[in-house]
Nanobody, 120 residues
Framework: VQLVESGGGLVQPGGSLRLSCSAS????????MNWYRQAPGKQRELVAS?????????????KGRFTIYRDAARDTLDTNARVYLQMNNLMPDDTAVYYC?????????WGQGTQVTVSS
C-alpha cells in the first residue's frame, strides 16, 4: 500500500493550505485515515482522523481551523481515493512535516511527508 501526500508549502500566517493523500481503495474501505505532524525537536502528534464511517476527530490545537474529509473510493481497486486536510487560519506553530497515515488494527501505513511552513 502506498500513500502519497501533496499540497504542502510556504504560507503566511492566517493563510490556508489543503493537503491531499492518495491511497488504494482497499485501504479506504476499512482503514481509519489520519494526519500527523512533526515539528523540529518535537514528537509526532496526531492532528486529525477520519474513520471509514466518516467519524472525525481533531487535536485541540487545530479544532475550528482544520477539516479532514475523504473522497469515497469507487471500489477496492480504486487507486485514486483521497483524504484531504483543509487548513485555515494557519499559524507559525503549525509549521511541521505532515504525514498521512492509514491505520487498521495493528497495521499502519505511512506516507513520505510533506513540509508545511507558516512564516511571514
Amino acid at each position: 500500500v502506498q500513500l502519497v501526500e501533496s499540497g504542502g508549502g510556504l504560507v503566511q500566517p492566517g493563510g490556508s493550505l489543503r493537503l491531499s493523500c492518495s491511497a488504494s481503495g482497499s485501504v479506504f474501505s476499512v482503514y481509519t485515515m489520519n494526519w500527523y505532524r512533526q515539528a523540529p525537536g518535537k514528537q509526532r502528534e496526531l492532528v486529525a482522523s477520519i474513520t471509514s464511517r466518516e467519524v472525525t476527530n481533531y487535536a485541540d490545537s487545530v479544532k475550528g481551523r482544520f477539516t479532514i474529509y475523504r473522497d469515497a473510493a469507487r471500489d477496492t481497486l480504486d487507486t485514486n481515493a483521497r483524504v484531504y486536510l483543509q487548513m485555515n487560519n494557519l499559524m507559525p506553530d503549525d509549521t511541521a512535516v505532515y504525514y498521512c497515515n492509514a491505520h487498521f488494527a495493528v497495521t499502519d501505513y505511512w506516507g513520505q511527508g510533506t513540509q508545511v511552513t507558516v512564516s511571514s
